[in-house]
């Protein structure tokens, strides 16, 4: 130990001495900042963490490693200091120590923001108009038209962020199955109908006259049994609450049903019983996972809804209610709501939909899209809600077709264009309501679907939602250039016949447009 120290003493001193006048010009150019500090709203942390995310440099990364104790990259944090930058990025979603929300979050040191206006008004720190990419054939071509592994159909666009236009397009407008990435349009559809701020709320009703207690199912597939919240909505909270609520009226025994009634049609995904998918049903604790997981493929319960509320009636007995064993309901508008229990706010939902590829999450956005907007909450209702959102704000819908939220269903259709295109509308800084969909994008190596990907010079300079059935490769996100500029691009591949050729294939094209 004493012979490490004295090994690295030279290096930190003449770190400290290199750095100190930058860290102190960063001191003072962040303190007039923080005497402007008020509490934002939800939207307004998440655009500060869009713009402080997508910049990320990959020697710095590797050589500092990812993250410190609140979910902040080290790495980003650390050059952004020594660059003289500043931000305002909470990464952990204004949550203290105990999970919950306990003010405006200290701004943080982190990278330049990298949104510019749509005129090409450059912002401090920020980045210019990508110029024209008259290379980009010469690279792309080969990876993308000649690459075997891509399969029969392959189709892709490469877009200029700050201005929406399209520098590389193969096939762009053909529409192809886009497997997961089909969750970036479920979340802008979800975004722009509910806001960011919206949050799916279970809750207790007691009706009047048969004093029946009625377990009601808001659509909020992370609703937790589990000791440990972690922030999520608890149903042992509502229970809790509930058996206080019945005790001041005096109710120790009650007859429990459930209400699902939110959502229409089937439960039933095309797919059919799946470890990736549990029934889509308005009710569920844990996505009816049989296991301690907390994201991808598990086993999943037969009956999502019944197993909740019998979890739920367990959890009433250790307060002191006995409740029968529980079945399907509908609560009237006479019932008196005795607790609710909410979830995270949509940003938050939206970013874990995308870092994870939920696909349950997914599938409740995508119905919770559809009941805002006046559509039958069934598969059908979703996907027609879906594609009247995003023909609402302008984007190229023409040949789109969804037929869930999630993307597991091969007959969904999207093209490269209609990609890039949300993207963009994502990245526009009017608004900043969607700026979830690109901070809930995976990190190359880092985070979510990308983790084990991008160990070369890519590694946290893309950022990609990744798609994949059999036959299926796609991937669409953002990639910082050399340069400053903020790429959005989207590739897509079927009818691949070596899923990890697909994706190295997808992989070097992504790493091309970094380099």
């Known amino acids: 130990m004493a012979r490490a120290a004295d090994a690295v003493r030279p290096r930190l001193a003449r770190f400290a001495r290199a750095t100190g006048p930058r860290v102190a010009r960063f001191a003072r150019a962040t303190a007039p900042r923080l005497t402007r500090i008020t509490r934002p709203k939800t939207w307004q942390y998440t655009a500060g963490a869009a713009t402080a995310g997508l910049a990320l440099a990959a020697g710095v990364v590797t050589a500092a490693g990812p993250w410190d104790s609140t979910g902040q990259r080290t790495a980003e944090r650390d050059r952004a200091v020594a660059l003289d930058h500043t931000g305002g990025a909470d990464h952990g979603h204004g949550a203290g120590a105990s999970g919950t929300a306990s003010g405006p979050p200290r701004p943080a040191p982190s990278a330049g923001a990298v949104l510019t206006g749509l005129d090409g008004t450059g912002t401090p720190g920020g980045v210019k108009a990508a110029p024209g990419a008259e290379n980009l054939a010469d690279l792309l071509d080969p ?198 229990v909410s979830s995270p706010p949509l940003s938050a939902l939206v970013e874990r939909m995308l870092t994870n590829s939920d696909n349950d999450l997914a599938e409740a956005l995508a119905r919770h899209t559809a009941v805002a907007t006046g559509k039958r909450a069934d598969f059908a209702g979703a996907g027609a809600a879906i594609t009247a959102r995003l023909k609402q704000l302008g984007l190229p819908v023409d040949g789109a077709r969804f037929h869930d939220g999630s993307g597991l269903d091969r007959t969904d ?103």
């Open 143 to 340: 990876l993308l038209k000649d690459a075997p592994g891509l399969g029969g159909h392959r189709a892709a666009a490469v877009v200029d962020l700050t201005t929406g236009k399209r520098l590389y397009g193969l096939d762009s407008d053909a529409a192809l199955t886009p497997a997961s990435t089909t969750k970036i349009a479920t979340a802008v559809a979800a975004l722009t109908a509910m806001g960011p701020d919206h949050r799916l709320t279970t809750r207790t009703a007691l009706e009047p006259d048969t004093g029946e207690l009625v377990l009601v199912g808001g659509g909020d597939p992370t609703l937790t049994a589990r000791e440990e919240a972690h922030g999520l909505a608890s149903l042992r909270t509502l229970a809790e609450k509930t058996a206080a609520a019945l005790k001041k009226r005096d109710v120790r025994k009650v007859t429990l049903s459930y209400d699902t009634t939110l959502y229409a049609g089937t439960d039933l995904h095309p797919i059919g019983v799946n470890e990736n998918l549990a029934r889509v049903t308005a009710l569920m604790a844990d996505e009816g996972r049989t296991d301690d997981s907390t994201s991808g493929p598990a086993p999943r319960v037969p009956d999502p809804a019944d197993a909740a509320a019998r979890t739920f009636a367990d959890l009433l007995k250790q307060h002191g209610v006995t409740a029968s064993p529980p079945g399907p309901s509908k609560a009237t508008g006479r019932a008196t709501t005795l607790a609710t």
């Open 413 to 515: 259709l999207i093209t490269p264009d209609l990609l890039t295109a949300l993207l963009t509308e994502a990245a526009d800084p009017s608004r900043p309501q969607l700026r979830p969909v690109l901070t809930g994008l995976p990190v190359a190596h880092f985070t979510g679907t990308l983790s084990g990907r991008y160990t070369d010079g890519a590694a946290g300079l893309v950022r990609a939602k990744t798609g994949t059935l059999t036959g299926v490769n796609t991937l669409a996100g953002t990639v910082t250039t050399p340069d400053g500029h903020l790429l959005g691009f989207a590739f897509l591949a079927n009818a691949t016949t070596d899923a990890w050729a697909a994706q190295s294939a997808l992989d070097r094209a992504a790493t091309t447009l970094a380099s």
